[in-house]
């Protein structure tokens, strides 16, 4: 089993930045990919980002057209830490933030469908 917990959600002004953190526990040792997705109210779950974990496998990310340019994704092995820097913040990117990680080998980076463990989601609420 793994376990993911989310931090770093809040309130912030448009323009503003937040770091979100996720901490994996557990059996994490085949990980292949983090992902972020998110969810606004009455909307579908969407892609944000996602990374390689393994640094033998590279160090590949990939970012949802609407955040590229503004967050950033990364990992800290040592840690089991992925986290989310999000810089220009806009009302738009208000919604409950997940993280979530991908076992095997197969699936896209882009489908929340293809990721096994999922945390229990931080909200973030962009004013403007």
């Known amino acids: 089993q793994v376990q993911l917990v989310e931090s770093g959600g809040g309130l912030v002004q448009a323009g503003g930045s937040l770091r979100l953190s996720c901490a994996a526990s557990?059996?994490?040792?085949?990980?292949?990919?983090m992902g972020w997705f998110r969810q606004a109210p009455g909307k579908e779950r969407e892609f944000v980002a996602a990374?390689?974990?393994?640094?033998?496998?590279?160090?590949?990310?990939w970012y949802a057209d609407f955040v590229k340019g503004r967050f950033t994704i990364s990992r800290e092995n040592a840690k089991n830490t992925v986290d989310l820097q999000m810089d220009s913040l806009k009302p738009e990117d208000t919604a409950v933030y997940y993280c979530a990680l991908q076992g095997g080998v197969s699936g896209s980076y882009a489908v929340a469908m293809s990721y096994d463990y999922w945390g229990q989601g931080t909200q973030v609420t962009v004013s403007s």
């Open positions: 557990g059996r994490t040792f085949s990980t292949n990919r």
């Open positions: 990374i390689t974990w393994r640094a033998w496998r590279g160090g590949s990310t």
